[in-house]
């Protein structure tokens, strides 16, 4: 499958550019197994890559022009140059791989220039982390046209800084790790303070079970000011509690630490939902490495009602999602990913995939919504190198 999509790609990006790519490569999307909004606080996350990637084919350029097409935006190849990029000059697709040229430069390293051609199969704004997918993607071609001899978590790094700084979306580090840094087979538990990381075997296949995704197709956008505002709230607890994150305040001091809130009630919600969901993640890598991997299904649903009640951060779909898998006999269910639309992710009993899909889409059927994606998570591999040339 990988050769026959880096020689298409490839093959588009000959007629774009009228010479092979130097090489081809590919960075998945992800789903978040547990661990929701702790990234930016410090916190743990536990991603694992999806097959659906974002493929680039590249070649290096050396005259400072930066060249950039899509094969999924009805545009022709865009042309800047590298010297001329900066935080709030563009608002189209483009900022996302420009950015990462950009912070690869601002980090001292010198980016002559690039031909790049994308593809991407990562479902848009549907919480899969399609845009850290692009930017990874990029970021490692940079890295190898160039010889800058920067790991995963580097990379990673940079990926965030330009979604955050070029960019303006205020996300933390899960997505761009998740990318560059998932092995096939594997849940990844991620330290988001130091990026220390654990892989822990995730093989739903081999004990009977299945873990979907419902994309809702309703699609969200971590630019848009709610996302910004449950971080800025996040970032006063921290500052009302008098700790660096609150991934510094202990599970066991919890309620100690809401009664320190008093009346700053939507603050109380947000500290109470991450530090809640902190402990949620290192339940989860417990019962994993135990083998009991049936018992993390209501550890799921545990986070999604603390999303919903607390974070504030569902919507209608998938409530409903959540709400009809379960009953349909799903072992759990929660949202994933920022929130405000996008996917839930369904943990079921092999022999209950079809009647709980079935179940699922009648309901948003009944409900007048347009239907739902549904397809299984699969735990995949991170960022690569799929070809030296085509």
């Not at 865009?78 to 791989?97: F, K």
């Not at 955050?164 to 092995?183: F, H, K, L, R, W």
């Not at 109470?272 to 402990?279: A, C, I, L, Q, S």
């Not at 018992?295 to 009640?309: F, T």
Request: some cysteine; charged content about 25%.
């Amino acid at each position: 499958m990988s050769e026959a999509v880096a020689r298409a790609v490839g093959e588009r990006f000959r007629e774009l550019y009228g010479a092979d790519p130097h090489g081809v490569w590919a960075a998945p999307g992800r789903v978040n197994l547990i661990g929701e909004h702790t990234d930016y606080n410090d916190g743990f996350v536990m991603p694992f890559a999806l097959p659906h990637t974002a493929v680039a084919a590249v070649s290096r350029r050396d005259d400072g022009v930066l060249r950039l097409h899509s094969a999924d935006i009805g545009q022709g190849v865009t042309e800047l140059r590298v010297a001329d990029l900066a935080p709030g000059t563009d608002t189209s697709w483009t900022a996302y791989p420009a950015g990462v040229v950009w912070a690869l430069r601002e980090a001292g390293h010198e980016i002559t220039g690039a031909d790049v051609h994308l593809a991407s199969t990562v479902p848009s704004g549907a919480g899969l982390s399609s845009s850290a997918a692009l930017e990874v993607v990029v970021a490692l071609a940079l890295n190898d046209l160039h010889d800058l001899g920067l790991d995963g978590r580097r990379l990673a790094r940079l990926c965030q800084r330009a979604e955050n700084v070029y960019v303006g979306a205020p996300v933390g580090i899960m997505d761009q790790t998740a990318s560059a840094c998932c092995e096939a087979g594997h849940a990844l538990f991620l330290d988001t303070r130091d990026l220390s990381q654990r892989r822990i075997p995730f093989d739903l296949a081999a004990e009977g079970m299945r873990l979907l995704v419902v994309d809702t197709r309703v699609e969200h956008s971590h630019s848009a000011g709610e996302y910004g505002r449950r971080r800025a709230g996040c970032e006063k607890g921290a500052a009302l509690l008098g700790v660096d994150a609150l991934r510094d305040v202990p599970y066991e001091e919890l309620d100690a630490a809401l009664e320190r809130l008093g009346d700053e009630e939507e603050v109380r919600r947000l500290v109470r939902h991450v530090v809640t969901e902190d402990r949620r993640v290192e339940r989860v890598v417990s019962l994993l490495e135990a083998g009991d991997l049936r018992a993390i299904g209501p550890v799921l649903v545990e986070g999604h009602v603390s999303l919903r009640d607390d974070f504030r951060v569902s919507c209608p779909e998938l409530d409903l999602v959540v709400d009809t898998a379960t009953d349909a006999g799903a072992l759990g269910a929660r949202m994933t990913g920022g929130g405000f639309g996008g996917s839930a992710i369904v943990l079921a009993e092999a022999r209950d995939v079809e009647a709980i899909t079935k179940a699922v889409q009648e309901a948003f059927a009944a409900a007048g919504l347009r239907a739902p994606r549904v397809f299984e998570a699969v735990p995949s591999e991170g960022a690569r190198r799929l070809t030296p040339a085509v």
